[in-house]
């Protein structure tokens, strides 16, 4: 079942929509989180919706800030700019501080990604430090939170591709952590008028997964 379907479900159920309009517009995802990273997604339900969306989100007129918990002592709010590359191939990113640390074949792959982030809590587990963070997202690139995580030595907890070994095997044995601890934690939307005056100056959070408490708790 694919998250449109699902979708289109629910909205039947709650009869928010009918089946005599899937005939003229099905609603549908207007944004992707990357696979096993866990909450908020942004869906039209209307075709007037979905365009103010897209566009919104295009435009990066919406706020978006995550959560998680990371390998490492953070202590001070930081915003971090560079330039990401994807192979297609491998369905990997890296990550270049400067477009010149780029391979010359790459250089047309490259994207600018802004990231920032603020510190929420240090703390220790089996005398390995980690920070629980917030981050905003200001460019929206597939992979980007990762691996520009790692790409300044905190990666985050849990993730296969871009994390640190030692530390995902510790969080597999101690919580059965078999993903990242990435969380879409919430969205604010900008003032707005006509179709999206209700969701004008509005923020909307999603609560985060128990695994966060449970190792947040588990701190010294």
Known sequence: ????????????????????????????V????DRNTSGLVLCGKSLAGSQLLSELIRERNIGK?????????IKESQHIEGFLYKDEHSNQVTIYRDKAQAKPEQQKGLSAIRTSYTPLQIFKVKEQAFTY????????????????????GHPILGDTK???????????????????LLHAYRVTFPELKKTGE???????????????????????
């Open 1 to 28: 079942l694919s998250m449109n379907e699902w979708l289109i479900g629910y909205l039947l159920e709650r009869e928010a929509i009918t089946a005599n309009q899937l005939v003229t517009f099905h609603p549908s």
């Open 30 to 33: 207007c944004n992707r989180l």
């Open 65 to 73: 800030f995550y959560r998680t918990i990371v390998k490492g002592t």
């Open 133 to 152: 963070l917030e981050i905003q997202l200001h460019t929206g690139k597939s992979h980007q939170i990762r691996a520009h995580l790692a790409s300044i």
């Open 162 to 180: 871009y994390g640190n070994t030692a530390c995902n095997q510790m969080a597999q044995r101690t919580w059965h952590l078999p993903y990242q």
């Open 198 to 220: 209700p969701l004008s100056r509005k923020s909307v959070t999603a609560p985060l997964p128990p695994v966060f408490s449970t190792i947040l708790n588990a701190g010294e």
